[in-house]
């Protein structure tokens, strides 16, 4: 499809285990996103890749969260070691332009990967 | 840092009432403000947005002013339909460098028709 595709829709690990949630962009965009998004909250930041460069992971909540784009277009967003209140949805966003552009741009949106600890 | 406060929900209007949904904002520099849309099942899209002050953003019948004065940006719409229940996302973008958007709690619409 055209849009921005994440896998797995729903995932339900149990408490320690690793998970790895998939993210496909638009095809050429530049720019990709993940934001970490609790029941009830907006979307919290989590990093930021220019193609396969992540310039930001500040967002990041522990060093148990891992994320990277190889061939800048794919990118994984791993977590190892899950506890509980990494239950969330995790969304990826893509966007064409890069980081000499204008802040005028539109972010591109996938459904999400809802993650369940349990 | 930069921050957005918007009002909380949810919404419930009837169908025709009129919308405001007050968002203001906390952010260095001069942002850009957005509104986002998450319709039932669906992903994040964008709604409309305004780059700098005085602007308008306008779509589908949705409107917002930057209002640099009042650090606002506050969605409005004349008549709510029943197709318009979601999810509003107001947002910003910090000045220069790459877009890096921080969002508002959302505030959930349900319009009965």
New interface residues.
């Given amino acids: 499809g055209a849009g921005v595709s994440q896998s797995p829709r729903y995932k339900v690990a149990k408490r320690g285990q690793d998970v790895a949630l998939r993210c496909d962009p638009i095809s050429g965009h530049v720019s990709l996103f993940w934001y970490q998004q609790a029941l009830g909250q907006g979307p919290e930041f989590l990093t930021y890749f220019q193609n396969e460069a992540q310039l930001d992971k500040s967002g990041l909540p522990s060093d148990r969260f891992f994320a990277e784009r190889p061939e800048g277009s794919v990118s994984t967003l791993k977590i190892q070691r899950t506890q509980q209140e990494d239950s969330a949805v995790y969304l990826c966003a893509s966007s064409l332009k890069g980081l000499d552009f204008a802040n005028t741009g539109e972010l591109f949106f996938g459904e999400g990967s809802r993650l369940t600890v349990l | 840092g930069d921050s ?1 406060t918007q009002m909380e929900g949810p919404v419930t209007l009837s169908e025709e009432a009129f919308l405001t949904i007050n968002c203001t904002y906390t952010a260095t520099g001069y ?2 403000l957005f509104w ?1 849309v998450q319709y039932p ?6 709604l409309l ?1 305004a ?1 700098k002050a005085d602007d308008k953003g306008s779509n589908k019948g949705f409107e917002a002013t930057y209002r640099k004065e009042t650090t606002s940006f506050h969605l409005e719409k004349g008549s709510v339909q029943v197709s318009d229940s979601a999810v509003y ?1 107001c ?1 910003l ?14 505030t959930k619409l349900q319009v009965i028709p």
């Fill in positions: 957005v942002p850009s986002y099942g669906e992903g994040l899209q964008l947005k780059t996302f947002a973008t910090n000045s220069g460098g790459y877009q890096k958007v921080t969002f508002g709690t959302g």
